[in-house]
C-alpha cells in the first residue's frame, strides 16, 4: 500500500478535485485526499494524503496557513473576488497606502467572519455555492477565525482601482476573498479579491513543493513518509505486549504528560494515534494490525 503525503502546488484554473483524481490516477490508488480547498483560480500548496495517511490528515495539517492575495478597490462582485459578476463600482485610484495600512490592524486577531456566498461550506445540508447558483441567497451565520497578521505590500494602479498586495497569515476556515470585502467596507468602498496564492499550509510549504507534471514524472519520489511528519510530534513507545493490547483498542498506564492526540509505536513501527491524560493511554485511532507487530 502506498502510505504518506504531498506538498503538491496548484496551478490556476484546477480545482482541488480535479487534482486530487489526477494524482488518484498517477499512484493507482482511490484513498487520496487534499488539506485545506484552493479555488481554481487560486494557485499554491494542496498538501495531499495518501493511503493511510489520509487518516491522519486532522493531526498533521496544521491551523496556520499563510497567504499572498491581491486586495482590488474600487470593484465589488457577487463572488467577493474578480472571476464575479460587478455589483458596484467606485473611483479608487488616489487612495493612499496609508489609509490601507491603518485600517489592516482592525482585522488581526479572533474575530467573526461570513463566508461569501459563492463557498463550500454547507448550511442546512446545501452547498452555499449551489444555492448562489441558482440564484438563492440565504443568511450565512458567521464563523470564528484568527488572522494572525497582515502586511501591506506593493500598492499599484490600474484605471480606476488601486490593487493592494496583502501577506496574509491566518487559521484554517478563514475566507481571505471575505476578508478583502469587509477591508473595502471599512474603507467605505467596494472591493474584491484577485490574485491568490497560498504559501504555507500547516508544515508545508511553497518552497518545498512539487508541480503535478513534475510528480507524474516520478512519483514516488515526492511521497513524504508518514513517521518524517510525526517525527514532530511527542509519542508514546509500547513494548511488543502493550502494544497488542493498544492494537485491540484497551486503554494502558503509560508515564507521559497530557497529550490530546500523539503518535503511538511499537519500536520503530507507527502503530496508531492515542490520547494521555492523568496518565492513561487511550487509543483513538489504530493504524494495524496485531498480525503487523510480529513481522
Not at 479608487?92 to 463566508?115: D, H, K, N, T, Y
Not at 472591493?191 to 514516488?220: H, I, K, N, Q, T
Not at 510525526?230 to 486503554?251: E, I, M, Y
Request: with cysteine.
Amino acid at each position: 500500500m502506498t502510505d504518506g503525503f504531498i506538498n503538491l502546488y496548484k496551478e490556476e484554473g484546477l480545482t482541488s478535485h480535479a487534482v486530487v483524481n489526477q494524482v488518484r490516477r498517477i499512484f493507482g490508488v482511490r484513498a487520496i485526499g487534499h488539506m485545506g480547498t484552493l479555488d481554481p483560480a487560486a494557485r499554491g500548496v494542496l498538501p495531499l494524503a495518501v493511503g493511510k495517511a489520509t487518516r491522519l490528515i486532522p493531526l498533521v495539517e496544521g491551523d496556520t496557513k499563510v497567504y499572498r492575495a491581491e486586495l482590488v478597490l474600487g470593484r465589488a462582485t457577487d463572488t467577493y473576488d474578480t472571476s464575479g459578476t460587478t455589483l458596484a463600482t467606485a473611483e479608487a485610484s488616489s487612495i493612499a497606502a496609508s489609509a490601507i495600512g491603518q485600517v489592516l490592524p482592525l482585522f488581526v486577531g479572533r474575530q467573526e467572519q461570513v463566508p461569501p456566498m459563492y463557498s463550500a461550506i454547507k448550511v442546512k445540508g446545501q452547498k452555499l455555492y449551489e444555492l448562489a447558483r441558482r440564484g438563492e441567497t440565504i443568511e450565512v451565520p458567521p464563523r470564528i477565525v484568527h488572522v494572525q497578521s497582515i502586511v501591506l505590500g506593493e500598492l499599484r494602479r490600474e484605471q480606476s482601482l488601486s490593487i493592494a498586495m496583502l501577506d496574509i497569515t491566518c487559521s484554517k476556515g478563514t475566507y481571505v476573498r471575505s476578508l478583502c470585502y469587509d477591508i473595502g467596507r471599512i474603507l467605505h468602498l467596494p472591493a474584491c479579491m484577485g490574485r491568490l496564492w497560498r504559501v504555507r499550509s500547516g508544515p508545508f510549504a511553497a518552497e518545498d513543493s512539487v508541480m503535478l507534471a513534475r510528480l507524474a514524472e516520478d512519483p514516488y519520489r515526492y511521497l513524504i513518509p508518514i513517521d518524517k511528519l510525526l517525527a514532530a510530534f511527542p509519542r508514546v513507545d509500547l513494548c511488543l505486549p502493550t502494544a497488542k493490547q493498544f492494537v485491540h483498542g484497551q486503554r494502558l498506564a503509560v508515564v507521559h504528560g497530557d497529550v490530546v492526540e500523539c503518535p503511538v509505536y511499537c519500536g520503530p513501527l507507527f502503530i496508531g494515534l492515542g490520547k494521555v491524560a492523568a496518565g492513561i493511554l487511550s487509543p483513538t485511532k489504530v493504524m494495524v494490525q496485531e498480525v503487523e507487530l510480529l513481522c
